[in-house]
């Protein structure tokens, strides 16, 4: 069975300081991965995904995360956190019947 | 409009009532997919859509859930007899057919039940 682990349920940051999101998997098969974000009020937006190919995957509004196979990582991260990336994070992994197992979120809070 | 969209919004209802959640998918997406999300935590999958038929419906938590996309495109999520434990945000989402395309989200249905 595939399932994702994310440490930490809340993260808090000063504005322009590092971003790291942390995400674990479990999987029997090679992952595709995946990191959605979920602003307040709004649907899930994909930031970025991991199938073949390059371990570091870039996504949008500055974030990116590395395929570690080694390590059963996916850490999301951001060089320089800005106001506007506040919102809540999910880590997740693609079954081979096509459905998404999501982890348990961590919400990223941006201090001034 | 080009997304993913669910009606209602937010829905009300009381203990033991019957409820309908609505989903338009995408144009063209053949794939669609209902996610349950309770406060405090990730989606977690119930039942999966390729054309008219449950391709999945695994998640389904007990035969008071159902779901039906008749035509291939809108779908239905249908709850009997509701219990206060079925409060949560509803989400739809569609894809493109073939194995990990994109599955673009709706804003959900925030269901309770009182």
């Known amino acids: 069975a595939q399932s994702v682990t994310q440490l930490g349920s809340h993260v808090s940051v000063s504005e322009g300081a590092l971003v790291l999101l942390r995400c674990n998997y479990s999987?029997?098969?090679?992952?595709?991965l995946f990191w959605y974000v979920q602003y307040p009020n709004q649907g899930l937006q994909l930031l970025l995904k991991?199938?073949?190919?390059?371990?570091l995957v870039k996504g949008i509004n500055g974030f990116e995360a590395e395929f570690k196979k080694s390590e059963t990582s996916f850490h999301l991260t951001k060089p320089s956190a800005h106001m506007s990336d506040a919102a809540e994070y999910f880590c997740?992994?693609?079954?081979?019947?096509?459905?998404?197992?999501f982890g348990s979120g961590t919400r990223l809070s941006i201090r001034p | 409009g080009a997304g993913v969209s669910q009606t209602p919004s937010n829905k009300v209802t009381e203990k033991g009532k019957y409820v309908e959640l609505r989903c338009d998918p995408i144009?063209?997406?053949?794939?669609l997919y209902w996610y349950r999300q309770s406060l405090g935590q990730g989606p977690e999958f119930l039942i999966y859509f390729q054309g008219t038929g449950a391709a999945d419906d695994s998640g389904l938590p007990n035969d008071r859930f159902f779901a039906v996309r008749p035509e291939g495109s809108v779908s239905t999520l249908k709850i009997q007899r509701t219990e206060r434990g079925d409060s949560a945000v509803y989400l739809c989402?569609?894809?493109?057919?073939?194995?990990?395309?994109?599955?673009?989200f709706g804003p959900g249905t925030r269901l309770t039940v009182l």
């Open positions: 989402a569609s894809s493109a057919e073939g194995f990990n395309n994109e599955q673009f």
């Open positions: 144009s063209g997406h053949t794939a």
């Open positions: 999987s029997s098969v090679p992952p595709y």
């Open positions: 997740a992994v693609i079954t081979s019947a096509s459905k998404i197992i």
């Open positions: 991991y199938t073949t190919g390059a371990t």
